[in-house]
């Protein structure tokens, strides 16, 4: 049967393993995986409702994992060991409109990223109908110096909903194929989180709203709930960084003498340096050293 990760999970794998970036009905990792079983496939979706839709499809299959989240955090803090062979995203959102270029995927960082997780000998693989989105990503690789390959249009067929609805309607299918080349430098911001240790606490002073934090972060306080006995204070909060989002519900409880404030275990985040601010920023505002 197919399995479901989450982004963080560091599960091995053994070689070969390929990447699928947005898999969406599961239909391509339906169709490889039948037709090489000797190889692992990977598909990263952050759709419940498409993880849901591929693993019904793909519940026969043993060589396929599927993670729901974020591609950005998996490839950061998922699967450490496995470097993949080929990776294939097929017909991503080109996001046209220049205000949004900011969501789309394939920009320099990220060809960095992947160059960090991806095998010597490997290549990506990206499919759209937009040309001009073809060219975005290929020339931000490019521009990497750690890629090279080439722009074409593509005769192969992947199978998928959105290959069929563009043939159907005439649309050309285009494809930037890349080879890793020279060397690439990526920082995962990635710390040892440091778990705030306070001597007294005030929860009026935690305000709902949002504070910057250092190197471009945010922190967006949301709701702020005292259990009845009130030795433990709940925080619903957002922290965003560059390239990641942490959705956390952050627990200050006291034991004993002292309170201390920890994410909590049922929230999903990442240990960053942006995380750390975060803890950092709620302490100050317990103890009332904010304004």
């Known amino acids: 049967m197919a399995y479901i990760h989450w982004p963080d999970e560091?599960?091995?794998l053994k070689d070969p393993v390929e990447l699928e970036i947005g898999f969406g009905r599961g239909d391509f990792?339906?169709?490889?995986s039948e037709l090489n079983p000797h190889v692992n496939y990977v598909g990263v979706d952050k759709s419940w409702e498409s993880v849901k839709r591929a693993y019904r499809r793909l519940r026969g299959r043993e060589n396929v994992r599927l993670v729901w989240g974020d591609v950005w955090a998996f490839l950061m803090f998922g699967m450490r060991s496995v470097r993949f062979h080929r990776v294939f995203s097929l017909f991503p959102d080109p996001w046209p409109k220049r205000k949004h270029e900011h969501r789309r995927m394939f920009n320099p960082d990220f060809w960095r990223l992947l160059y960090l997780r991806t095998k010597e000998d490997a290549h990506v693989s990206v499919v759209s109908d937009?040309?001009?989105?073809?060219?975005?990503?290929y020339d931000n690789a490019l521009s990497t110096g750690?890629?090279?390959?080439?722009?074409?249009?593509?005769?192969?067929?992947?199978?998928?909903?959105?290959?069929?609805?563009?043939?159907?309607e005439g649309k050309r299918v285009h494809q930037a194929v890349l080879f890793k080349d020279g060397k690439c430098d990526f920082r995962i911001p990635e710390t040892v989180l440091r778990i705030p240790k306070l001597k007294s606490v005030n929860p009026e002073s935690i305000r709902r709203g949002d504070y910057p934090l250092p190197e471009g972060a945010?922190?967006?306080?949301?709701?702020?709930?005292v259990s009845r006995e009130g030795d433990t204070v709940l925080i619903k909060a957002?922290?965003?960084?560059?390239?990641?989002?942490?959705?956390?519900?952050?627990?200050?409880?006291?034991r004993g003498d002292v309170w201390y404030l920890r994410p909590s275990d049922f929230s999903k985040y990442f240990p960053t340096k942006a995380l750390q601010s975060a803890l950092d920023l709620l302490s100050d505002m317990a103890e009332g050293r904010t304004t």
């Open 10 to 12: 560091d599960v091995e």
């Open 29 to 32: 990792l339906k169709r490889v």
């Open 130 to 137: 937009e040309m001009f989105f073809i060219r975005w990503a």
């Open 146 to 168: 750690c890629w090279w390959g080439y722009v074409s249009e593509t005769k192969n067929r992947f199978g998928t909903k959105y290959e069929e609805k563009w043939l159907r």
């Open 218 to 225: 945010y922190l967006s306080v949301k709701e702020v709930v």
């Open 238 to 254: 957002v922290v965003s960084e560059r390239y990641l989002l942490h959705k956390v519900w952050f627990v200050l409880h006291r």
